[in-house]
Nanobody, 124 residues
Framework: QVQLVESGGGLVQAGGSLRLSCAAS????????MGWFRQAPGKEREFVAA????????YYADSAKGRFTISRDSAKNTVYLQMDSLKPEDTAVYYC?????????????????WGPGTQVTVSS
């Protein structure tokens, strides 16, 4: 049974940093892509970043490019999202997701497994 558990969210001032973690368990993820999505109140869930577990190819939404970095630690079965230069508009619940594919995917519907989410709040 696949389980994804996010951690690392919190309250930070604009310009600050946070590192989110996603602990994955239940299977080998070498043929999976791992993604981060976020959902702000009253808005649809949106893609943030993704990494192909095997090979490490990454892809970012325009809003994340240059500020966020996605990475994975295969030994710990953990995916990270380093978020720097945070802005108030980054405030949202951040979700980790896993999809069984060898390529980067940005469509949330193609991710089969989801974590419960972690709240990130950026104050101005």
């Amino acid at each position: 049974q696949v389980q994804l558990v996010e951690s690392g969210g919190g309250l930070v001032q604009a310009g600050g940093s946070l590192r989110l973690s996603c602990a994955a368990s239940g299977r080998t993820f070498s043929n999976y892509v791992m993604g981060w999505f976020r959902q702000a109140p009253g808005k649809e869930r949106e893609f943030v970043a993704a990494i192909v577990w095997s090979g490490g190819s990454t892809y970012y939404a325009d809003s994340a490019k240059g500020r966020f970095t996605i990475s994975r630690d295969s030994a710990k079965n953990t995916v990270y999202l380093q978020m720097d230069s945070l802005k108030p508009e980054d405030t949202a619940v951040y979700y980790c997701a896993a999809g069984r594919t060898w390529v980067v995917i940005t469509n949330a519907a193609r991710y089969a497994y989801w974590g419960p989410g972690t709240q990130v709040t950026v104050s101005s």
